[in-house]
């Protein structure tokens, strides 16, 4: 039992090592709002009415001006949201963001494609931008750091050499856990 344990703990470890150190990089240097950034083309629209703060519109609007660009529409998903008095399409992903917003002229709108710089792309996957192949990944990987971890916890608490100190850095661990829910 502890072989096969160890065995499944160390190449989970080794498999799963190049997403851990992506997402450990990636958010512990969003939460410093280090994020990288994107390449913004602006395009002009004009338009047979005016916008409507309307999903399916909207996207079907940007979809259109995407493809007579040439444009890959983003991987993620579109929302309207509100900006100041008025709104605005936002569609995310992971090569690029889109934006779609009325301006002034009722009969104008204004199409920003945002292309992700490197980094970006990156928090971008982070922040489950991307494909469905990508976001899978992800979900395998949070399986395999709980696996990881709590194979490895196992193995600690029935190592009597390293019990004690399992013992204690898991209740270290919930402590400032319990710390993090109420000060945070």
């Given at each position: 039992?502890?072989?096969?344990?160890?065995?499944?703990?160390?190449?989970?470890?080794?498999?799963?090592?190049?997403?851990?150190?992506?997402?450990?990089?990636?958010?512990?240097?969003?939460?410093?709002?280090?994020?990288?950034?994107?390449e913004?083309?602006?395009?002009?629209?004009?338009?047979?009415?005016?916008?409507?703060?309307?999903?399916?519109?909207?996207?079907?609007?940007?979809?259109?001006?995407?493809?007579?660009?040439?444009?890959?529409?983003?991987?993620?998903?579109?929302?309207v949201?509100?900006a100041?008095?008025?709104?605005?399409?936002?569609?995310?992903?992971v090569?690029?963001?889109?934006?779609?917003?009325?301006?002034?002229?009722?009969l104008?709108a204004?199409?920003?494609?945002?292309?992700?710089?490197?980094?970006?792309?990156?928090?971008?996957?982070?922040?489950?931008?991307?494909?469905?192949?990508?976001?899978?990944?992800?979900?395998?990987?949070?399986?395999?750091?709980?696996?990881?971890?709590?194979?490895?916890?196992?193995?600690?608490?029935?190592?009597?050499?390293?019990?004690?100190?399992?013992?204690?850095?898991?209740?270290?661990?919930?402590?400032?856990?319990?710390?993090?829910?109420?000060?945070?």
């Amino acid at each position: 039992m502890r072989r096969t344990l160890t065995t499944l703990h160390l190449a989970l470890a080794a498999f799963f090592f190049p997403v851990a150190l992506m997402f450990a990089l990636t958010g512990g240097l969003y939460t410093l709002e280090i994020k990288s950034g994107y390449e913004e083309a602006r395009r002009p629209l004009a338009l047979d009415e005016p916008l409507k703060p309307e999903l399916a519109g909207l996207v079907a609007l940007a979809e259109r001006e995407l493809q007579s660009a040439g444009v890959t529409p983003p991987s993620g998903g579109a929302s309207v949201k509100k900006a100041g008095t008025s709104f605005e399409l936002e569609w995310t992903g992971v090569q690029r963001d889109v934006v779609l917003r009325p301006t002034a002229d009722p009969l104008q709108a204004e199409l920003v494609i945002k292309d992700t710089k490197p980094w970006r792309h990156l928090v971008q996957l982070h922040k489950a931008k991307g494909s469905d192949i990508a976001k899978a990944i992800s979900v395998a990987w949070a399986i395999g750091l709980v696996t990881i971890l709590g194979s490895g916890m196992v193995m600690a608490w029935t190592a009597p050499p390293f019990r004690r100190l399992a013992i204690r850095a898991s209740a270290a661990g919930l402590a400032s856990f319990v710390a993090y829910l109420l000060l945070g």
